[in-house]
């Protein structure tokens, strides 16, 4: 058996001719008490049976059961009738689409800014200092211009005179609040012009949050209002009979900056004028531009 107690092999003779190979490998010598342990044959497997599936059939007897068809467009008909009744209505009846628009307009409060009857205008920044506050404005004016519509869009960090127009109208709506909440609580007539006075005196010149639209005239909101509108699926009836935008694509002008260098005083917001009679030169200020030395694009502004 090549064991080291075997009687076959004779260790004088036959180990020496092995050669160093086969006294290298490990020799066991075996014993009656380990005959018996030895087991040569890998033990029998047997393959793992799959679990029983159960059916209806199998379960319940008789007649197989149907599968019950949902339709899902009955299940959502009537979500959403009771806001947008109006609206659907409008476009199924041409002849109730200006009666539909206007009932929309009138849940927003008349404040219309200089030039803005039929227009979209947006009060927005291009300064990046708050980047929330930046962020809003880029997104309420992606969202309105995919609307294919003209934006007014004014901004208040390139011209000081549309951040006090903005501060005038928002002023003008508080003013507004104010007056109409303390009429409601006070009854007496006495007491109206004491309470106005009030009113207009607790009103603080408080810098506006950007960005603010208007549309049609209507004071819309921010950029929460218009999101919200705009999800709920009823800002494009707003849009109805504004005027299409004409550019496509980036201002060839501006490139979308909105404005220009004053072409009079270039930049400089001043201009000198020479003095006939005595031959001096004056310098004044620039009729043309704002305060930076700028004017609108005439392009798409």
């Not at 290298?24 to 044959?41: A, E, P, R």
């Not at 109409?180 to 010149?205: C, H, L, T, W």
Request: one cysteine or more.
């Amino acid at each position: 058996m090549g064991c080291a107690s075997s009687n076959l092999l004779n260790q004088e003779d036959e180990l020496s001719q092995l050669g160093s190979s086969a006294l290298s490998q490990h020799i066991v010598s075996l014993t009656s008490t380990t005959y018996g342990l030895l087991n040569v044959d890998p033990p029998a497997t047997t393959p793992p049976t799959r679990p029983q599936r159960f059916t209806l059939g199998s379960i319940l007897p008789g007649e197989p059961v149907r599968a019950e068809v949902i339709n899902s467009w009955e299940l959502m008909s009537g979500l959403g009738e009771s806001d947008n009744s109006s609206l659907r209505k409008a476009k199924e009846n041409p002849s109730a689409n200006s009666a539909a628009i206007k009932s929309v307009l009138e849940r927003f409060e008349r404040i219309c800014p200089p030039d803005g009857e039929n227009k979209v205008v947006i009060y927005t920044t291009t300064l990046r200092g708050i980047r929330k506050t930046y962020e809003a404005c880029k997104a309420v004016k992606s969202v309105i211009e995919n609307f294919g519509v003209a934006v007014s869009e004014r901004d208040v960090s390139m011209d000081r005179g549309f951040k006090e127009e903005l501060r005038e109208l928002m002023m003008r709506r508080r003013r507004r609040s104010s007056s109409s909440n303390n009429s409601n609580n006070n009854n007496n007539d006495n007491d109206n012009s004491k309470d106005e006075e009030e009113a207009e005196s607790s009103v603080q010149p408080l810098p506006p949050v950007l960005p603010r639209v208007f549309v049609k005239g209507r004071y819309v909101g921010g950029a929460e209002e218009v999101l919200r509108i705009v999800e709920e699926g009823w800002f494009g009836e707003l849009m109805e009979g504004i005027p299409i935008r004409k550019l496509k694509g980036v201002c060839q002008g501006c490139a979308d900056v909105r404005f220009f260098p004053c072409f009079r005083c270039n930049g400089s917001c001043k201009l000198v004028i020479n003095m006939q009679p005595r031959g001096k030169t004056a310098a004044l200020r620039c009729p043309d531009c704002n305060e930076n030395g700028l004017v609108l694009c005439p392009l798409c502004s």
